[in-house]
């Protein structure tokens, strides 16, 4: 691109100062044909780069839009993550309260627990409570984890556009 580019500023040059050393009117029209056709060609090059340029930096927009919705997205993700992990906390607290208050009341009833067997119920219970949320927790951070692989694929490939498209200009 760049040696066409070269080419046509070239082809100015020469067309700007013709040499009149001798030449019949037919070689320089023959010349000049020669020429106008090269200004032809970089005109077309021209309007196809200007229409290239054009459509990447449609996509740029597209993928900055794309990038941003994906950093609300990730907010988001974070904050739910956040919700999700005072639920756990919450629950946690309320599973023991129930605990707490069905031991009483087993207490109350006359058929007591030792307790070793009281603090063994707690415990079983909150392990199962604990790998059930950690599980959950495990399973949205990977597909947290799998969108924002995809979302940084996305984001390079932008900015390798955006470069070459600065590489362009320059």
Same mark, same amino acid.
């Given at each position: 691109m760049?040696?066409?580019?070269k080419?046509?500023?070239a082809?100015?040059?020469?067309a700007?100062?013709?040499?009149?050393?001798?030449?019949?009117?037919s070689?320089?029209?023959?010349? !000049?044909?020669? +020429?106008?056709?090269?200004? *032809?060609?970089c @005109?077309s090059?021209?309007?196809n &780069?200007?229409? %290239?340029n054009?459509e990447?930096?449609?996509?740029?927009?597209v993928l900055?839009?794309e !990038?941003?919705? +994906?950093?609300?997205?990730? *907010?988001?993700? @974070?904050?739910t993550?956040?919700? &999700?992990?005072k %639920?756990?906390?919450?629950?946690e607290?309320?599973?023991r309260?129930?605990?707490?208050?069905?031991?009483a009341?087993?207490?109350?009833?006359g058929?007591?627990?030792?307790?070793?067997?009281f603090?063994?119920?707690i415990?079983?219970s909150?392990?199962?409570l604990t790998?059930f949320?950690?599980?959950?927790?495990?399973?949205?951070q990977?597909?947290?984890?799998?969108?924002y692989a995809?979302?940084?694929?996305?984001?390079?490939e932008k900015?390798a556009?955006?470069?070459?498209?600065?590489?362009e200009?320059?």
């Open positions: 760049e040696g066409r580019l080419q046509c500023s082809m100015h040059v020469s700007a100062a013709p040499e009149q050393s001798g030449r019949s009117k070689e320089l029209a023959y010349e !000049n044909r020669d +020429l106008s056709e090269k200004l *032809r060609s @005109e090059e021209n309007a &780069l200007s229409a %290239r054009r990447l930096r449609k996509e740029v927009v900055q839009a !990038n941003e919705a +994906l950093r609300r997205q990730k *907010r988001m993700d @974070e904050d993550l956040e919700h &999700l992990r %639920r756990i906390c919450e629950s607290r309320k599973e309260h129930l605990l707490v208050t069905v031991a009341r087993e207490l109350e009833a058929s007591p627990l030792h307790e070793k067997e603090q063994e119920i415990r079983s909150q392990q199962q790998a949320y950690e599980e959950k927790m495990v399973a949205m990977a597909e947290m984890d799998r969108f995809e979302a940084s694929a996305c984001i390079q900015d556009i955006i470069a070459a498209l600065k590489e200009e320059a």
